[in-house]
């Protein structure tokens, strides 16, 4: 029997956004692995992407999805190199810790407004231009790495736990504003994942300690459930029940995190 989720992305052509190392570049060796026809892979780290494309077989693209007219460029390179658009991964993000643990203010506006560029308008900005190209797929697809921080929060990052839970909100529109038109939308919100991002936090071993997923499993589970057709993408099953408590009482759940917050120290 034929498997479904490895057949999805046979012949597909992709972007892949925060491709030189991490989730992104997991995603891309799993696109390939389940037979893509084309793997465009973008970061803004030029030196790291090609590196990646090179071990990947796939094609590089360096770009800052910060920057406002950066995505728009981007899908163009990737419509006119793998000859049309079937799958944009929506990768790249960064984290910005509040610089002082005790006050969710100290983050500066410089970090916000990072936050915002790249956590929100990258996302938006390359629905934009690749909503066409995935309108002339046959069943075009739009995942978002948004994170299990746009569901909850995240503990000590107000810029990042605000701008995901905004990506989400934003995703949702997306699926169901497109839905009707064979586009499928999806949000991948993991819990901690073995990265550099991950590393850069100020605990990792905490986060490591707690059931932190390889690169590998998050995407082979972002990928099947893509395949699924699913919008909500959980590596980490577990964040279904956390929030669906968070929704039932967030009153209650703010007092448990509040809890969770004073035992980190
Ligand atoms: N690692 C985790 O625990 C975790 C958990 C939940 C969600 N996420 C999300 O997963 C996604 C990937 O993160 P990761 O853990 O693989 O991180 P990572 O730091 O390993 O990789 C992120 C990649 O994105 C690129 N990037 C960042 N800003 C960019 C920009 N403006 N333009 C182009 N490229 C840019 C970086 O250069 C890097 O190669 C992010 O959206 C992150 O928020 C990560």
Not at 80 to 89: Q, T, Y
Request: aromatic share 4%; charged share 20%; net charge negative.
């Amino acid at each position: 029997m034929t498997d479904p989720s490895q057949e999805a992305f046979t012949g597909a052509r992709c972007l892949v956004t925060g491709g030189a190392r991490g989730i992104g570049r997991a995603l891309a060796a799993g696109l390939i692995a389940r037979g893509a026809a084309g793997v465009l892979v973008a970061d803004r780290d030029a030196a790291a992407v090609r590196e990646a494309a090179d071990a990947l077989g796939a094609e590089p693209a360096v770009c800052d999805l910060g920057e406002a007219d950066a995505p728009a460029r981007l899908v163009a390179e990737a419509v006119e190199r793998l000859g049309g658009l079937d799958l944009v991964c929506s990768n790249a993000g960064v984290l910005c810790a509040d610089p002082d643990p005790a006050d969710a203010t100290s983050a500066d506006d410089a970090a916000w407004d990072l936050s915002w560029r790249v956590n929100v308008m990258a996302h938006v900005r390359l629905a934009r231009a690749a909503l066409p190209a995935l309108r002339a797929a046959d069943g075009g697809r739009f995942m978002l790495t948004v994170s299990a921080a746009g569901l909850l929060t995240m503990i000590g990052h107000a810029p990042y736990a605000a701008t995901k839970a905004a990506a989400l909100a934003f995703a949702q529109n997306l699926a169901i504003t497109h839905g009707d038109e064979g586009i499928a939308v999806s949000v991948l919100c993991p819990q901690a994942v073995r990265t550099d991002m991950l590393n850069a936090t100020p605990r990792p071993e905490a986060a490591m300690a707690e059931a932190a997923l390889s690169v590998e499993e998050t995407a082979d589970a972002a990928l099947d459930g893509v395949a699924a057709g699913r919008f909500l993408l959980l590596p980490h099953p577990e964040v279904a029940d956390y929030a669906q408590r968070r929704a039932a009482d967030l009153d209650r759940w703010i007092g448990g995190m509040r809890k969770l917050r004073r035992t980190q120290g």
